[in-house]
Structures are given as C-alpha cells and as structure tokens.
C-alpha cells in the first residue's frame, strides 16, 4: 500500500484535458514538493514535474502541476496518443528520518 | 549528459544477498546538492524507495526494508552500491538507480536491471 493515493485509472480521448489526483498528509505533501514522472510502457521513469509545478527542459507545456494544501494534481491538456502512460507521484516525507514515497500510480488510457 | 547504469545479478536465489551497483556519469558523487537514490518495481506494481545517499555521506533507508539494506558509494569510481540481504522472491523486480538532486529531486533515473529471485 502505498504512502501516497493516486486513482488507478484514468482515460481520455485525444484533445481533451485530463487531471491525476494525489492525496497525502502533513509530513509529505503538506510540507515539501510534489514530483510527478512518466512511466512509458517498459521503460523508466522520467521526471515530469518538480518542485509541485515546474517543467524540467524538454517537457512540453501541455502537462502542469499544482499542490493544494496535502493534495496535488497533474494536468495534461491536449491530450495525445503518446500520453498514454503510467504516472506516479511523489514527495519527499519527513516521517522517520526522511524517506521518499510515492503513489500507486495511475494507468492513462486514451481513448 | 548525465546518465546512470545499474549491474548486478539477473538472478539470485531465496536467502541469497543481492549486491547491484550504479555507475554514474556527467556527474560527480562529490557534488554538494547531489546524490543517489535506489527505487524499485515489482512486475506490474507501483515504484518503491530503497535507499538513498547524498555526497557527504548521509544516508536513508526504507523505514520497512532497513534491516535489509547497506548503502554505500566510491567517489573516485563514480559508483554506488547496494546491498540487500536475505532475498525472497518477493524482490524480484526491477531496481533502479537514479540521480537525487537538491533541486529537482530525484530528476535522472538509469533503464533499470531485473532481478528475479528463484531456486
């Protein structure tokens, strides 16, 4: 189980914009950054979204993020065949010496 | 460019200890705001944190997985090593190593090496 909640599906048809949630509590989200990757099938994660809303070079526009008090969200707008992924979040917690964590995951299908 | 390759075992049997090391480049072990987390993903299933350790030596571990795990890096051969011990076939997966940034957090991540424990 993991420490942070993520929906386990999503979908969308092409064009659309879509939103992942993730849901955690005051020693993650609440208190540090929220990160967000892209698993494409078999193969490994890429970063996103750091630092709750920025884009590291290359990642195009279309995605963003936002954090709200101990919950974030992605948002994919434009949505395009290629987008279909898994997607996880994460965030440092402060709990226990510090650890990372990161959600379930969620499969975005489009449609 | 910065890369990260994970090596280690393909296979490995129950009780046995898995020792898998990440060779870095276009990086330095050294640098202040950097340093190198273990991450993991069972067939089919969600990524998990190991471990992970910065350039002055400081060091995490998964709270669940502590007793298990020994985190350790070589600066001068850009390496980082992990060790895990009493392996079950619940630890097959996929391990990878991945750039751990002050920054962009863990912004950088090696393709990954598949271990799968049997006898």
């Known amino acids: 189980q993991s420490v942070l909640t993520q929906p386990p599906s999503a979908s969308g048809t092409p064009g659309q914009r879509v939103t992942i949630s993730c849901s955690g509590s005051s020693s993650n989200i609440g208190s540090n950054y929220v990160y967000w990757y892209q698993q494409l099938p078999g193969t490994a994660p890429k970063l996103l979204i750091y630092?709750?809303?920025q884009r590291p070079s290359g990642v195009p526009d279309r995605f963003s993020g936002s954090k709200s008090g101990t919950s974030a969200s992605l948002a994919i707008s434009g949505l395009r065949s290629e987008d279909e992924a898994d997607y996880y979040c994460?965030?440092?917690?402060?709990?226990?010496?510090?650890?990372?964590?990161f959600g379930g995951g969620t499969k975005l299908t489009v449609l | 460019q910065v890369t990260l390759k994970e090596s280690g075992p393909v296979l490995v049997k129950p009780t046995e200890t898995l020792t898998l090391t990440c060779t870095v480049s276009g990086f330095s072990l050294s640098n202040a705001r950097m340093g190198v987390s273990w991450i993991r993903q069972p067939p089919g299933k969600a990524l998990e944190w190991l471990a992970h350790?910065?350039?002055?030596?400081?060091?995490s571990y998964s709270t669940s997985l502590k007793s298990r795990l020994t985190i350790s890096k070589d600066t001068s051969k850009s390496q980082v090593v992990l060790t895990m011990t009493n392996m079950d076939p619940v630890d097959t997966a996929t391990y990878y190593c991945?750039?751990?940034?002050?920054?962009?957090?863990?912004?950088?991540w090696g393709k990954g090496t598949t271990v799968t424990v049997s006898s």
């Open positions: 994460a965030a440092w917690d402060d709990s226990l010496s510090g650890r990372w964590v």
């Open positions: 991945a750039r751990l940034s002050m920054v962009q957090g863990v912004d950088v």
């Open positions: 350790i910065f350039s002055n030596d400081e060091k």
């Open positions: 630092r709750n809303n």
